[in-house]
């Protein structure tokens, strides 16, 4: 009886072996039909306790075979480069660090750790958001000889906006002809018509609730902030964050926020 598993097996063919009852009939001999269908047994529950083994230590990030997937879950972004032992190392602080921080204060050192100059603010005493989220655009220009429609024109936000759930997604159908030559004659054999389906994201539009029971629902994401003597917010600076980096900034603060919360994004996109 050798296997790869041996000490594995030999542990679970002695515990299978002491749960039988007691009797010379009972008692394997080695090669006969009772000592194959044991071994049998045994082999099927190798395989399970090994997977089992692994699920233990499937959140251990030393041993984790879901690296990539843990990375994301705790916001642990492995440099350029970086070796596997690199990444279980950062993976193991980010997950420390997670468990000995508060929600606010996790989210806002792996967003200046991934490289952005904000900080997070929770609104409490709670205040009425909308005052810090009022929201207008304009447009900056990436170059001095940039015109409007141009790639280096780019639209900045002034205020904020709020991030919840991320955009919405809508596949939607459409059935059109399609010809398969210039001079396609109606029924012959080049007129077909087929389903060409598009894919469309939009932002979902959120309104802040007017009772005040849901303010301290909100936390901020922005510049330094300034509290009244009573603890309250009345001011945040915005942040610049670089436009083509929206997509991770967003992303971070998505995957780590509390799932009942909403995010207040006091920042302005900046082409450089």
Do not use: C
Request: hydrophobic letters at 40%.
């Amino acid at each position: 009886m050798s296997t790869n598993n041996s000490g594995t097996e030999s542990f679970l063919r002695a515990a299978f072996e002491a749960l039988l009852p007691p009797g010379a009939i009972w008692t394997a001999e080695y090669g006969a039909g009772l000592d194959q269908l044991i071994s049998g047994i045994v082999g099927n529950n190798v395989d399970i306790k090994l997977f089992l083994d692994k699920l233990a230590s499937l959140r251990e990030p030393e041993k984790t075979e879901i690296l990539g997937s843990l990375e994301r879950e705790f916001g642990a972004i492995p440099a350029y480069g970086a070796t596997e032992s690199q990444r279980r190392n950062n993976l193991e602080t980010a997950k420390t660090r997670r468990g000995s921080l508060k929600n606010a204060e996790y989210l806002e050192f792996i967003l200046r750790d991934a490289g952005f100059d904000v900080y997070v603010h929770i609104n409490d005493p709670p205040v009425d958001p909308d005052q810090f989220l009022f929201e207008a655009f304009s447009m900056f220009l990436g170059e001095e000889s940039a015109t409007f429609g141009e790639p280096t024109a780019v639209f900045g936000g002034i205020g904020g906006y709020l991030a919840v759930n991320g955009e919405l997604v809508r596949e939607t159908s459409v059935i059109s002809f399609v010809f398969g030559s210039d001079d396609f004659v109606f029924g012959g054999w080049d007129a077909y018509f087929g389903e060409r389906y598009a894919v469309d994201s939009e932002p979902v539009v959120y309104t802040i609730p007017a009772d005040p029971g849901y303010w301290g629902l909100f936390f901020f994401v922005g510049g330094a902030a300034t509290r009244n003597p009573s603890g309250e917010l009345i001011d945040i600076e915005a942040a610049e964050v670089e436009v083509f980096r929206r997509p991770e900034f967003e992303r971070i603060i998505l995957q780590l926020k509390p799932m009942h919360s909403w995010a207040g994004l006091i920042v302005q996109y900046v082409a450089e």
